[in-house]
């Protein structure tokens, strides 16, 4: 293969996978959905980071795996108080941030 045919594959890959995640972002606003529905769909995003995240816990730091929990435990409180998902994730990673600056 060529680099023309190499930044045309890389293309076409692109297209294939931006796509799906393009059309439900324009697709939303016309859809309207039930209270369920739309509860469920909020929850989303907590429940992927937690997913995400939880594997990760408990190999954070080998030596004192309390850094991972009390980080784990930090975003999950602002979880359940229903903060952002980024605003989660933010202080988590600064509690654990303070936490090697200090121990």
């Known amino acids: 293969m060529n680099s023309t045919e190499y930044i045309l594959l890389i293309l076409g890959m692109t ?12 697709l939303i606003d016309k859809m309207r959905f039930g209270a369920k529905s739309e509860k469920f769909l909020r929850l989303i995003p907590y429940t992927a980071i ?11 730091d080998g ?3 309390l850094i ?14 229903r903060f952002p998902v980024i605003a989660c994730v933010l202080a988590s990673i600064a509690v654990n941030f303070l936490q090697y600056s200090f121990l």
């Open 50 to 60: 937690s997913a995400l995240v939880f594997p990760g816990v408990f190999f954070v």
């Open 63 to 65: 030596a004192n795996p």
């Open 15 to 26: 297209l294939v996978t931006y796509i799906p995640r393009m059309l439900p972002a324009f």
């Open 68 to 81: 991972g929990i009390i980080g784990a435990l930090t975003a999950g409180i602002l979880a359940w108080r």
